[in-house]
């Protein structure tokens, strides 16, 4: 049984979903396919935004809860920096970094 332990640190969600890949078979999926579901998440997440702020939607789509996609979103994007052996808080803080240099208008 997979537990994230206590206050988890960014590389604890990324073990985990590395472990959670393992457990349920998903580990047999490409980057390209980690891709295009997390495309998909993308969609539902903003169909999810439309719906919240009052934006025109198909009525016969489904419901999508926000918090509930971008969960979905952070799983993948997780899995992705996984296959690549990427550090995410470790690239957030070098991206960050440079940011910082930046000239923001």
């Not at 206050?7 to 979903?17: E, H």
């Not at 198909?58 to 979905?72: G, T």
Request: glycine share 4%.
């Amino acid at each position: 049984m997979l537990n994230l332990p206590e206050n988890p640190k960014l590389s604890d969600f990324q073990k985990y979903m590395k472990k959670m890949e393992e457990e349920r078979g998903f580990n047999q999926e490409s980057v390209l396919q980690k891709c295009l579901l997390m495309g998909e998440e993308v969609g539902e997440l903003f169909k999810a935004i439309r719906k919240k702020d009052g934006i025109h939607t198909d009525a016969n789509s489904k419901e999508y809860q926000i918090d509930q996609e971008l969960a979905d979103v952070f799983i993948y994007l997780c899995e992705i920096a996984n296959r690549y052996n990427i550090d995410l808080e470790k690239a957030f803080r070098d991206k960050e970094e440079i940011n910082k240099k930046r000239t923001w208008q």
